[in-house]
């Protein structure tokens, strides 16, 4: 499975921005996706998921009521609408697809190559 995250780019804080990640095969019903992001010298962090099946979302309590996570399972996409950014949002966001639904990074198997997200101040 190869993922293609793409729609990163430079905004202003408080601007908004869309992720996009495309899977080049189906999307079992099983499957969480999941967004990370890592910041300059800092670790990889969760930022939310979607379980593939009912749709169901959870999101790291700094995003919360900011960002939101859609999909369309007949394209195999998955979405990160960003809104209110700030610049601590800034970093490289990455998709990725976990069988379990869990936060932590080591869990998700396959990821997507990520797409840089610069928000200024």
């Known amino acids: 499975v190869q993922l293609q995250a793409s729609g990163g780019g430079l905004v202003q804080a408080g601007g908004s921005l869309r992720l996009s990640c495309v899977a080049s095969n189906r999307i079992f019903s099983s499957a969480v996706m999941g967004w990370f992001r890592q910041a300059p010298g800092k670790e990889r962090e969760f930022v939310g998921l979607?379980?593939?099946?009912?749709?169901?979302?959870y999101y790291a309590d700094s995003v919360k009521g900011r960002f939101a996570i859609s999909r369309n399972k007949a394209e195999n996409a998955l979405y990160l609408q960003m809104n209110s950014l700030k610049p601590e949002d800034t970093g490289v966001y990455y998709c990725a697809r976990a069988l379990a639904f869990t936060t932590a990074p080591s869990e998700y198997v396959y990821w997507g190559q990520g797409t840089l997200v610069t928000v200024s101040s």
């Open positions: 979607i379980r593939w099946d009912f749709g169901r979302v």
